[in-house]
């Protein structure tokens, strides 16, 4: 598996020392940008495979810089902050994260998180557009046809949960919070109601995981929001 070309957006230099230091001792490539601008900068430069963002920058907020970067790439960004509430957690991913690190970390959850961004890029660049089914262990998605399979079975979805379902599979191993799941289901009018997402998506977990014993394919993120995982 080839080695990722990596950002540390980072202005504390002890931090973005064990990070380089941790990234250079498993062969990682690295570029380092102190603030806000110059992340940007390197971002659009560089065309960095990951992002690892502080949110507290000198010059600017990180999620600001999420939000920027996001109007022309899609690169994974985790972030990795002292910032532990959920509010900060959910702003963050709303503006577009793909995952949230909380400081301090250890060496070995950043390697983990970034083995699992990188197993996640390496089946995005085995894709392609006309590609249209999706599978995750039993389950099965025709996209072309509409159809949801389990085990070979058909599952009958509601339009809702085909939806919802469709959306988390696109995005496998990243959590979509709550206002971002409502507004691309429903729209902004729907954005507040996550008691009703609450709804749908039980109704929906009841019918992939139909024992106790079965494989989990979509994990709760209290406070946040849902994401599928990749089943084996």
């Not at 959920?86 to 970034?114: C, H, M, N, Q, W």
């Amino acid at each position: 598996m080839n080695k990722l070309t990596i950002l540390v957006v980072e202005d504390d230099s002890s931090v973005k020392n064990l990070m380089t230091t941790t990234l250079k001792a498993h062969d990682y490539h690295y570029l380092t940008a102190q603030n806000g601008k110059a992340a940007i900068l390197e971002a659009s430069s560089h065309n960095p495979d990951v992002i690892l963002l502080d949110l507290g920058l000198p010059d600017m907020d990180g999620v600001d810089v999420i939000k920027k970067i996001r109007t022309w790439t899609e690169t994974p960004i985790i972030v990795i902050s002292a910032r532990s509430e959920d509010t900060d957690k959910i702003d963050a991913l709303d503006a577009g994260a793909d995952d949230y690190l909380t400081k301090p970390f250890s060496v070995e959850e950043l390697l983990a998180r970034l083995r699992v961004t990188q197993r996640r890029l390496s089946r995005m660049q085995g894709e392609t557009e006309q590609e249209s089914v999706f599978t995750n262990g039993q389950l099965k998605i025709d996209y072309a046809a509409g159809c949801v399979y389990m085990d070979g079975e058909e599952l009958h979805l509601t339009p809702i949960e085909y939806k919802l379902l469709c959306l988390l599979s696109r995005n496998v191993g990243k959590v979509l919070t709550h206002t971002y799941i409502t507004q691309k289901i429903w729209g902004s009018s729907w954005e507040n109601d996550v008691a009703s997402l609450r709804v749908f998506m039980a109704t929906l977990r009841r019918k992939l995981e139909k024992g106790p014993d079965a494989p989990q394919y979509i994990q709760t993120h209290i406070g946040v929001g849902y994401r599928m995982v990749r089943v084996e």
